[in-house]
């Protein structure tokens, strides 16, 4: 292959990012959403922090992939990273205040670094072949694993921070977050050249004129296979976003410590990523709808080990958010990997963005709508209704053929 030398330096390179980002993006998960329960003085609204990020991811996820489209990986990349420094800021200020408007503007931002970083798992398969292109991807989410595991467990230690600066304790990831993103913006800027999409573009000689976001969208509704990739990546998006962003809510209703949500949260971030190269190399080895359906299977199994347990029993709830992250990391990459294969080259970074945007959208619902019910009813009543689209969607796949990658055909309609 050509373009190996330069594909492994770009893979080096988001993976790098992963890491900073994931320290930033995932600190703030459990901590965002015991702030808006502090100032707002309500477990309801408690959800609206994590809401209010997916927003942000949704809202920049077009604009991100418009400027790929213009200017290339790099610098839609940078672009997102920079917006969710801003965003940290923004987000110290307000818990710091105690301005709940300033706080949500603050993690909508902080969003946009999500998006970028969701987008990255994108820009590791421009130059990748067919036969690798789940395992490349996979390698560049597994790079958030460092990251996304420590960034939780700085809970105590940047709130202990956060108060020798005269700031809550809560406000203490988004100072983490403001630093490390920063630095995936440098890191992206300085070292992801030659541009992965533009060499990508210049090689296989594509069009000059992209397909906008209207046609592409039209493309994949009259498009059986890329439909059914997008919706696996919302799918598994909205039940794990739904149940991980309560769980810290429903651990403090016992007073459980700091430390031991974010081990748990720690826990759930470890499924999400650490076993991802093994769920690319299974997609490209059995096909994507097999690991799609394993990752339905996987899901439903949390939401009922995760139903079932107490809130103080940290081993219980995290084996359950364990298996929630890793029902998602198989959703998300087959899910993109099928995605990627299955449109026109066109229409590649118009659906990849419009691919995202309903991801984050169904997350961003399922946040809200999280909230709501574990407020009026519980806990357990939620991890049941995050089963109802999973079931769905195994149902879904059952319409498809799934084999191994190497084969001709890979992937059809029964």
């Excluded at 991890?383 to 689209?389: D, N, Q, S, T, V």
Aim: some cysteine.
């Amino acid at each position: 292959m050509p373009n190996t030398a330069l594909q492994h330096k770009v893979v080096r390179t988001l993976a790098t990012a992963q890491v900073l980002s994931g320290v930033g993006v995932a600190g703030t998960v459990a901590a965002g959403s015991l702030l808006v329960s502090s100032i707002t003085n309500s477990e309801t609204l408690a959800g609206l922090a994590q809401t209010s990020a997916v927003l942000g991811a949704a809202a920049l996820a077009l604009p991100l992939a418009r400027l790929t489209g213009r200017g290339g990986r790099r610098l839609a990349l940078s672009v997102g990273y920079t917006a969710g420094v801003i965003g940290s800021l923004l987000a110290i200020l307000g818990g710091s205040q105690r301005n709940i408007f300033l706080m949500l503007m603050g993690t909508f931002l902080v969003g946009a670094a999500a998006a970028a970083g969701y987008q990255a798992r994108f820009a590791a398969i421009d130059l990748a072949t067919d036969q690798s292109r789940a395992k490349q991807l996979s390698f560049v989410v597994w790079g958030s694993t460092i990251g996304a595991v420590t960034g939780p467990n700085l809970m105590q230690p940047s709130g202990n921070l956060a108060e020798n600066l005269g700031l809550p304790r809560l406000v203490g990831p988004y100072l983490i977050s403001a630093v490390t993103l920063a630095l995936a913006a440098v890191v992206i800027a300085i070292f992801l050249r030659p541009d992965p999409y533009l060499v990508a573009n210049r090689e296989s000689l594509k069009q000059k004129h992209k397909g906008s976001t209207k046609k592409a969208l039209a493309h994949i509704r009259n498009n059986p296979k890329a439909l059914f990739a997008i919706l696996s990546i919302a799918i598994g998006h909205v039940a794990m976003v739904s149940v991980m962003v309560m769980t810290p809510v429903h651990m403090a209703h016992v007073d459980v410590t700091l430390t031991i949500i974010g081990l748990v949260i720690s826990i759930h971030v470890l499924g999400m990523y650490a076993f991802s190269p093994l769920v690319g190399a299974l997609s490209d080895r059995f096909g994507r709808v097999r690991v799609i359906q394993i990752g339905a299977i996987t899901l439903l199994l949390s939401t009922v080990i995760s139903g079932f347990a107490r809130a103080d029993d940290a081993y219980t709830l995290g084996l359950g958010l364990f298996l929630l992250g890793l029902g998602w990391s198989c959703t998300l990459i087959a899910g993109s990997a099928f995605l990627s294969e299955s449109v026109e080259p066109t229409f590649k970074a118009s659906s990849q963005g419009a691919s995202d945007l309903v991801m984050n959208l169904a997350g961003a619902g399922g946040g809200a709508l999280a909230g709501v019910i574990i407020g009026t009813l519980s806990y357990g009543w939620l991890c049941f209704a995050a089963a109802i689209p999973v079931t769905a969607l195994g149902l879904m796949s059952l319409k498809f053929k799934s084999t191994p990658q190497s084969s001709d055909d890979s992937i059809v309609l029964q």
